[in-house]
Each structure stands twice: as structure tokens, then as C-alpha cells.
């Protein structure tokens, strides 16, 4: 048993270090998926699967090869002491006092060898926040596949497409800005908006660099797609940037990265890579008027109405003179309670510009209570989105923040009782949604079910769906 234990870490410790460095398919990864199952995962770090994330893995790679280098020195030194010096018991060993040489030798080589990570890392780091530089010439645009030398790739690009990362307890929010491109003889960017929004599920063409401006709406988490790009923190009040590129077509798992609550853990997200021609038809889904094809969809959509309080869908109008983004109550409150904060702020600071010495609870008093900005209050009809869109559900390939497979009946279930599938979803917070089995009707959330997986627009193209 022992003698096949050490074949295996002996193996490991030699196929490991060639599988992160291996670009194609060979014998060190065919063997290194057998042997040791690496790789097969979809948030595999040591499969990268663009530029960016091969530099990250190089980076990573050669932290293991001087972690595995001290290991063996130590490890090996370590023996040579034991069998070298070994002495039957009762002989004192030699007193020592010090040896400056070695003292300094052994304070040198960690301080170079902490140099030699630092600096790549540190590279690596603000290149993952840097943008690439806009050209307007377009025999300069980055193409993929590359039909040149790989390695002489130019880091020019031609446009650029920005999208906003939001992050909830427990779900993504993604939405898109626009382009910013360069043309000859014009100095600034010229920019061409992307009205999209979506949750859970980005799709991104291929070939075009990606600038994600990343920021929390409640508590601390992480944005972290490993096949792309590195992690980076997405913090509340504070905008971080990472941009990436999306080489392949097909499917990419990303994963919340900081622990964020008791459902952190279900909280995933897919990046969909696509062709520009299937982004586009993607991006204008939801133009039209909203169709249904049965009865059963019919009844849902009258019975969605309960749902815009928090949720948004293109082209739904359950109210009158309302535009196609429905916009839900709950977020324009919360919009509406930071301008009236603002307007209380003002009016301290212009009282306390009267009177300096007044302190912030002598400010106000009866007097001025009547003049003060009257506090808004929640009501339908009045919208901004705190929960998923739901334009382009039906074709997400999975439901709940990237942790089931989209079928009806996990859309059920969910709808039915939230907390079940993911805890704490249940809460005295007005964004988190409650259980409907017992508030609706069985069939009432079938017809729901049907009308959210059947629903098409009249001036839309359905979106070609890849196969994976």
C-alpha cells in the first residue's frame, strides 16, 4: 500500500508541472487526466483558455516549480543530516553560536526569491486592470484563430466592449454599456451604446477585449472566472476593473470567490462565448411586442404581474404609459431614499452655515420640520431593477446562479420555496424573495413557468443556442 502511495505522489510530482505548461494535447495531460482526474473541471485553473489566463497559469506554474524546489532541497538536506550525523545516544552534540555566513545566506535567498515572485505577480496584477490600447488602423485588430505566428500576436484592438458587473446576495447582475472603438483621425473614442441587461449568464463575442467595471450592491465578494481571468474583489461602494478576452466559443463557469453568506457557495455565474453574429441576435432579443403561443402562457404572463415588483422583462407592460424596461418598485425607493439623504445633508449644512455653533442634534427643530423634502414612500408603478432580468431566460443554461441545469421543473421548485435551494434566501429584506407554494395557486405557477420558457418578441431573432 505504501509502495503505491509514492508511485502515485512520484507521479504527481512529475506529470503536474507538464500539464500546467502544455498547450496541446500530450502524453503528460493525457496521462495527468487519467491518473489524477486534472483538469476535467469546468472552473479548472491549469486549463486556460485565453491569453490572459495562460499568463496566470505560467505565474502559477513557476510558483510551483520554486515551492517544489525548496521542498526537495530542504526535504533532501533533511535526510543527509539525519543519516550523516547520526550517533548512538549519550554522545553530546557540539555547541554552536552562530555562523554569520550562513545567518546571512539563509536572509539573502528568501529576499531574491521573493523578488523573482513579486515582480511577475505585480506585472500580472495591473495588467489584469489594464485595458488594451485602441487602434484605429484595422489591419490591427486582434482576430482569432490567428492565422500568423501565435507568438507574434499584435496587442492593438480596434474597439472595445464595457459591461457592468453587479454583485447580490446571491446572483450576478451584467449590465452592458457599449463600445468605445477608434477610427483615423479622430481623438477620442467613439462610443456605441449596448442597452442589455441580464443576470447570471454573460454572453461576450469572441476576439473582442472585455472591460468589466465590478462593484457591489450589498456586502463583499469576488469575481472569478479561472478558464479567463484572474479573481478580483467586487467591493460595495468601490469600483474595481479587470478586462479579459474570450478566445473559444462555448460555455465558462465562474464562481463568486469571498465568502459573501450562507448561500456564497451557490452563488456561480457562466461567461457564454459566442460569435459576434449570434451576440448581436442575442443583444436584440427582446425588441418587439411581447407573444405567447398558448393559453397556459397567456394566463402566466397576467399572473407575472406579481413579479415585476422586483424582477424586470423586456417588452412587459402591466401598467399603463410604461416604457418596455420595466423597472421595479423596490430599487427606485432605494434610488429615491439616497436623493432625499442628499437633500437633508444640504439643508443641515446650510444651517449649520448660519449658526456654527449648533451641534447635529440641535439642527433641527419644529419649526423646520415643515420645510424639510417629504420622504418617499414605495409604491407600484414606479421602477428600478433589484432582482435577475428575465428577457433571455429560456436560454440560460442554467437557473439559480449557475447551480441547476434550466428545466421547468427546477423553475418550479424555485418559485415554489426559494429557501430551500438556497438558504437564507428568506429574510426580512424586501430583495429577498419569499416562497410562493400556498400564495399562488399550483396552477397559477405553472402558467408562470410556461410563459417565462415560451415567450418571444415579434422583431426578434431567437438566438442560436450553442451545443454545450
Given at each position: 500500500?505504501?509502495?503505491?502511495?509514492?508511485?502515485?505522489?512520484?507521479?504527481?510530482?512529475?506529470?503536474?508541472?507538464?500539464?500546467?505548461?502544455?498547450?496541446?494535447?500530450?502524453?503528460?495531460?493525457?496521462?495527468?487526466?487519467?491518473?489524477?482526474?486534472?483538469?476535467?473541471?469546468?472552473?479548472?485553473?491549469?486549463?486556460?483558455?485565453?491569453?490572459?489566463?495562460?499568463?496566470?497559469?505560467?505565474?502559477?506554474?513557476?510558483?510551483?516549480?520554486?515551492?517544489?524546489?525548496?521542498?526537495s532541497f530542504v526535504f533532501l538536506l533533511?535526510?543527509?543530516?539525519?543519516?550523516?550525523?547520526?550517533?548512538?545516544?549519550?554522545?553530546?552534540?557540539?555547541?554552536?553560536?552562530?555562523?554569520?555566513?550562513?545567518?546571512?545566506?539563509?536572509?539573502?535567498?528568501?529576499?531574491?526569491?521573493?523578488?523573482?515572485?513579486?515582480?511577475?505577480?505585480?506585472?500580472?496584477?495591473?495588467?489584469?486592470?489594464?485595458?488594451?490600447?485602441?487602434?484605429?488602423?484595422?489591419?490591427?485588430?486582434?482576430?482569432?484563430?490567428?492565422?500568423?505566428?501565435?507568438?507574434?500576436?499584435?496587442?492593438?484592438?480596434?474597439?472595445?466592449?464595457?459591461?457592468?458587473?453587479?454583485?447580490?446576495?446571491?446572483?450576478?447582475?451584467?449590465?452592458?454599456?457599449?463600445?468605445?472603438?477608434?477610427?483615423?483621425?479622430?481623438?477620442?473614442?467613439?462610443?456605441?451604446?449596448?442597452?442589455?441587461?441580464?443576470?447570471?449568464?454573460?454572453?461576450?463575442?469572441?476576439?473582442?477585449?472585455?472591460?468589466?467595471?465590478?462593484?457591489?450592491?450589498?456586502?463583499?465578494?469576488?469575481?472569478?472566472?479561472?478558464?479567463?481571468?484572474?479573481?478580483?474583489?467586487?467591493?460595495?461602494?468601490?469600483?474595481?476593473?479587470?478586462?479579459?478576452?474570450?478566445?473559444?466559443?462555448?460555455?465558462?463557469?465562474?464562481?463568486?470567490?469571498?465568502?459573501?453568506?450562507?448561500?456564497?457557495?451557490?452563488?456561480?455565474?457562466?461567461?457564454?462565448?459566442?460569435?459576434?453574429?449570434?451576440?448581436?441576435?442575442?443583444?436584440?432579443?427582446?425588441?418587439?411586442?411581447?407573444?405567447?403561443?398558448?393559453?397556459?402562457?397567456?394566463?402566466?404572463?397576467?399572473?407575472?404581474?406579481?413579479?415585476?415588483?422586483?424582477?424586470?422583462?423586456?417588452?412587459?407592460?402591466?401598467?399603463?404609459?410604461?416604457?418596455?424596461r420595466i423597472e421595479t418598485a423596490m430599487?427606485?425607493?432605494?434610488?429615491?431614499?439616497?436623493?432625499?439623504?442628499?437633500?437633508?445633508?444640504?439643508?443641515?449644512?446650510?444651517k449649520r452655515a448660519e449658526n456654527p455653533?449648533?451641534?447635529?442634534?440641535?439642527?433641527?427643530?419644529?419649526?423646520?420640520?415643515?420645510?424639510?423634502?417629504?420622504?418617499?414612500?414605495?409604491?407600484?408603478?414606479?421602477?428600478?431593477?433589484?432582482?435577475?432580468?428575465?428577457?433571455?431566460?429560456?436560454?440560460?443554461?442554467?437557473?439559480?446562479?449557475?447551480?441547476?441545469?434550466?428545466?421547468?421543473?427546477?423553475?418550479?421548485?424555485?418559485?415554489?420555496?426559494?429557501?430551500?435551494?438556497?438558504?437564507?434566501?428568506?429574510?426580512?429584506?424586501?430583495?429577498?424573495?419569499?416562497?410562493?407554494?400556498?400564495?399562488?395557486?399550483?396552477?397559477?405557477?405553472?402558467?408562470?413557468?410556461?410563459?417565462?420558457?415560451?415567450?418571444?418578441?415579434?422583431?426578434?431573432?431567437?438566438?442560436?443556442?450553442?451545443?454545450?
Amino acid at each position: 500500500m505504501k509502495t503505491k502511495i509514492w508511485v502515485l505522489l512520484g507521479g504527481f510530482w512529475w506529470i503536474y508541472p507538464h500539464l500546467l505548461f502544455a498547450r496541446e494535447t500530450s502524453k503528460e495531460l493525457h496521462w495527468a487526466v487519467r491518473l489524477f482526474g486534472l483538469g476535467t473541471s469546468p472552473q479548472s485553473t491549469i486549463l486556460p483558455a485565453n491569453a490572459l489566463s495562460r499568463e496566470v497559469n505560467d505565474l502559477y506554474a513557476l510558483l510551483l516549480y520554486i515551492s517544489v524546489g525548496i521542498f526537495s532541497f530542504v526535504f533532501l538536506l533533511f535526510l543527509y543530516i539525519i543519516i550523516r550525523f547520526n550517533h548512538k545516544r549519550g554522545k553530546e552534540a557540539q555547541e554552536i553560536h552562530g555562523s554569520t555566513l550562513l545567518e546571512t545566506t539563509w536572509t539573502i535567498i528568501p529576499f531574491l526569491i521573493l523578488i523573482v515572485i513579486a515582480v511577475p505577480t505585480v506585472r500580472l496584477i495591473f495588467k489584469i486592470g489594464t485595458m488594451p490600447n485602441l487602434a484605429a488602423q484595422e489591419e490591427l485588430v486582434y482576430r482569432f484563430p490567428n492565422e500568423v505566428d501565435p507568438t507574434k500576436r499584435i496587442q492593438s484592438y480596434s474597439r472595445y466592449l464595457e459591461v457592468n458587473v453587479i454583485g447580490h446576495q446571491w446572483w450576478w447582475e451584467f449590465e452592458y454599456v457599449g463600445y468605445y472603438s477608434r477610427q483615423e483621425g479622430i481623438d477620442e473614442p467613439i462610443f456605441t451604446p449596448v442597452k442589455k441587461v441580464t443576470a447570471n449568464e454573460a454572453w461576450l463575442p469572441l476576439g473582442v477585449p472585455i472591460k468589466l467595471n465590478l462593484i457591489s450592491e450589498d456586502v463583499i465578494h469576488s469575481f472569478w472566472v479561472p478558464r479567463l481571468a484572474g479573481k478580483l474583489d467586487v467591493l460595495p461602494g468601490k469600483e474595481n476593473q479587470m478586462q479579459f478576452i474570450v478566445e473559444e466559443e462555448g460555455l465558462y463557469t465562474g464562481q463568486c470567490a469571498e465568502y459573501c453568506g450562507a448561500s456564497h457557495a451557490l452563488m456561480r455565474f457562466q461567461v457564454r462565448g459566442v460569435t459576434a453574429e449570434r451576440f448581436q441576435q442575442w443583444v436584440e432579443w427582446g425588441l418587439g411586442d411581447l407573444e405567447v403561443e398558448s393559453e397556459a402562457a397567456e394566463r402566466g404572463m397576467a399572473a407575472f404581474g406579481a413579479c415585476v415588483a422586483c424582477h424586470t422583462l423586456e417588452g412587459y407592460r402591466p401598467y399603463e404609459n410604461r416604457s418596455s424596461r420595466i423597472e421595479t418598485a423596490m430599487g427606485d425607493y432605494r434610488e429615491e431614499l439616497e436623493e432625499y439623504k442628499l437633500e437633508i445633508k444640504a439643508f443641515e449644512q446650510r444651517k449649520r452655515a448660519e449658526n456654527p455653533d449648533l451641534h447635529p442634534r440641535d439642527l433641527l427643530t419644529d419649526d423646520d420640520r415643515p420645510f424639510l423634502p417629504e420622504k418617499p414612500h414605495p409604491h407600484r408603478g414606479e421602477f428600478r431593477t433589484i432582482a435577475p432580468d428575465l428577457t433571455d431566460m429560456r436560454f440560460r443554461h442554467y437557473l439559480l446562479s449557475g447551480i441547476e441545469k434550466n428545466t421547468k421543473e427546477v423553475l418550479k421548485a424555485w418559485i415554489e420555496n426559494p429557501p430551500a435551494i438556497k438558504p437564507e434566501t428568506e429574510n426580512t429584506v424586501v430583495t429577498r424573495m419569499p416562497p410562493f407554494k400556498g400564495m399562488l395557486e399550483e396552477q397559477t405557477i405553472d402558467d408562470i413557468v410556461e410563459f417565462l420558457r415560451t415567450l418571444k418578441y415579434s422583431d426578434s431573432v431567437e438566438p442560436k443556442l450553442l451545443s454545450n
